[in-house]
């Protein structure tokens, strides 16, 4: 199915770009997004988007759901790098790489815009300014990546799984997916260790003390926070490295 993005300016992806951006949006750019050709497309959980080796002439918006950056050996052994929200742009280096080096899949199910890169460039010719706030969405990606070397390197499962949780409910706020501090989450408790570099039985524990400290509740895949300033505080959290022009989720 092919179509452009609902005329809104609270589509998720329009709001992140609204979120990182160092410029307002004029009409004109709103407009040009809002029109971009996109194939919709709809895929189920535990489905690949891209695969490493791929060449793709293509990139995408994730549009709904939860999707992962992952590698994994060859043994199978998996590493989550990086989860991605609702308007959020996981692949837009296929512009420049012709090979892609990583993997990205669904969490959950998944609401999936793909974009011919030729559609992409020609936007960005016309709306240059748009071409900086996705070169900035890169730049964020990779200060993303920094920030999990140190959580899963350097800090014990308790802040990492703290520090995950307040960067899922920050990202998701900005794009009006976290009313109340409140968001699914889909990952099972196998998938958070792949992210976390922990095992399950770990995932389990860590989430126990969370809830039993009262900093969350995670019930029927749908995690709320109860104490914000305490999981930000367990987690060593400091939203600078998202780079957000409204980093509160509230």
Partial sequence: ??????????HPFVRKIDSIALFTLTD?????LHALPMQMAQFEAYQ?????????????????GIACTYKATQAGKRQVMAYHVAGDV???QSLHLKVLDISIGTVGPCKIGFVQHDAVRALLRAFPRLGDALWRATLIDA???????????RRDAYAR???LFCELITRLGVVGL??????????????????LGITPVHVNRT??????????????RRLTVHDWEGLQHAAEFDPTYLHLTDSDPA
Avoid at 186 to 193: D, G, R, S, W, Y
């Fill in 48 to 64: 690949d988007i891209v695969r490493e080796g791929d060449r793709p002439a293509r990139c995408f918006a994730l549009l709904e």
């Fill in 207 to 220: 989430i126990r003390d969370l809830k039993t400290a009262g900093l969350v509740t995670l019930r029927s």
């Fill in 1 to 10: 199915m092919t179509g452009s993005l609902q005329q809104t300016s609270k």
């Fill in 143 to 153: 200060a993303l990546v920094r920030e999990w070397m140190l959580n899963t390197g």
């Fill in 178 to 195: 976290a009313p109340d501090r409140s968001c699914d989450l889909p990952m099972t408790q196998p998938e958070l260790a792949d992210a």
């Fill in 90 to 92: 996981p692949d837009v």
């Fill in 28 to 32: 004109d750019e709103r407009t040009a």
């Fill in 161 to 163: 799984m703290a520090h």
